[in-house]
């Protein structure tokens, strides 16, 4: 009876057994199944984010996130989604799950410094920023969006720093270069904003911004002769605004002795904004340049008359006055223009000469003792425009005192 009574306990527990077997086999498979549909599931909903298609993507996600255990790249895509939209406190609460479930996943560092960057927290924006950039060194985004955060709280140095850093890797991006171009401009680092700009011509060949991009800089950076066909070529093909090439050209124009190319671009840009202060005082030299007095003091009084504290213009005007022998007058407008000058040792050099003439030498050799020493120091540096270069000369002018 006993052994009966086993056989039966014995039987029952295979009984069990397998069913238990069978049970955990039918979850097993059912956990594949689930898997496998939220594989494709995913597959399609970033397929059609990258399309824009955010209703159809939607319905992919929640097919995903309705089941019992999303992934984390689940929550990942409906917060991008979300971000997308504009719904950012949904987009916050589903970068928490993925956060918290996928600390290491730069794709959430990512969205997580987007997200706040429009909450204006721009010291966590750049910190998620960088973890991103550190979990992920190899994706050129992370790194141009964390420089761009830099610029934006005011850090172009150190954005400067973390893309001359990390450039040895992406020497050929595009991305990367442009980046460190715009950098090296807003530096007035110009020189090395060439380079950036011609490694995006090796790698992306013909393309016309950054074309212009390069003719701009080498205008800045005072290679005339080689910006100055590059401008004329584009302004020529250009159907719409080519103000910003049509002034670095007029630049390159003055820079390389053309006076009548200059003038004539000058007059240009002038009729296209009156009121342009640089570009009026810039065709006031130009007529000086070319001894055409009487329109250069018309174009500088017309300056002074649209900004009296135009210290170049009166600067101007006082030595045309003092070439003319109008004394007095020049006095009082080299005075005017002395400390806010852009040459002020050319103003200093015009003014000695104009009290000299007026038998003022104490008064002369003050200013001279003031600015003389620094004379040889401008000559040396190239000092330009109509008080370096045209009639006399104030450098010679200061050659004499």
Not at 259 to 270: F, V
Not at 322 to 335: I, P, Q, S, V
Not at 381 to 396: D, E, K, L, S
């Amino acid at each position: 009876m006993k052994r009966m009574t086993w056989i039966v306990v014995w039987a029952l527990m295979l009984v069990t057994a397998g069913c238990q077997t069978q049970r955990e086999a039918r979850e097993s498979a059912q956990q594949r199944w689930v898997l496998a549909r939220n594989k494709v599931h995913l597959q399609l909903a970033l397929e059609q984010y990258k399309a824009g298609q955010m209703d159809n993507c939607k319905q992919q996600l929640a097919k995903v996130l309705a089941t019992a255990e999303p992934p984390v790249t689940a929550y990942l895509l409906a917060a991008k989604v979300a971000l997308y939209e504009k719904r950012f406190d949904e987009a916050r609460g589903y970068l928490e799950v993925a956060l918290h479930a996928g600390p290491n996943a730069p794709d959430a560092w990512y969205a997580k410094a987007l997200l706040d960057e429009h909450d204006d927290n721009l010291e966590a924006a750049v910190e998620a920023m960088a973890k991103a950039h550190v979990l992920d060194p190899s994706d050129p985004e992370y790194l141009i969006c964390l420089a761009e955060l830099h610029v934006k709280r005011g850090e172009a140095d150190r954005a400067l720093e973390v893309l001359e850093t990390a450039q040895g890797r992406f020497a050929s991006h595009a991305g990367v270069q442009s980046a460190l171009a715009d950098l090296y401009t807003l530096k007035g680092q110009h020189a090395k904003a060439i380079v950036s700009l011609r490694r995006i011509l090796r790698v992306s060949g013909g393309d016309e911004d950054v074309k212009q991009r390069l003719a701009l800089a080498l205008a800045a950076d005072g290679q005339a002769g080689q910006a100055a066909p590059m401008l004329e070529q584009m302004i020529a093909a250009q159907k719409g605004d080519c103000t910003a090439l049509r002034a670095a050209l007029a630049d390159c124009y003055l820079r390389l002795e053309n006076y009548a190319k200059a003038e004539a671009t000058y007059a240009t840009l002038c009729a296209k904004e009156p009121a342009n202060a640089v570009w009026n005082y810039r065709l006031a030299e130009v007529y000086a340049l070319q001894h055409d007095d009487d329109a250069a003091m018309e174009r500088a009084m017309h300056l002074i008359a649209m900004d009296p504290s135009h210290s170049d213009a009166r600067a101007l005007v006082g030595y045309l006055q003092m070439t003319r022998g109008d004394l007095e007058g020049a006095e009082k407008n080299l005075r005017l223009a002395l400390d806010g000058a852009s040459q002020p040792t050319l103003v200093a050099v015009a003014l000695t000469k104009t009290l000299q003439r007026l038998g003022r030498e104490k008064e002369a050799g003050e200013v001279w003792a003031e600015y003389g020493g620094q004379i040889e120091v401008a000559r040396r540096n190239g000092a330009t425009g109509p008080m370096a270069t045209t009639h006399a000369g104030a450098f010679n002018l200061g050659r004499g005192l």
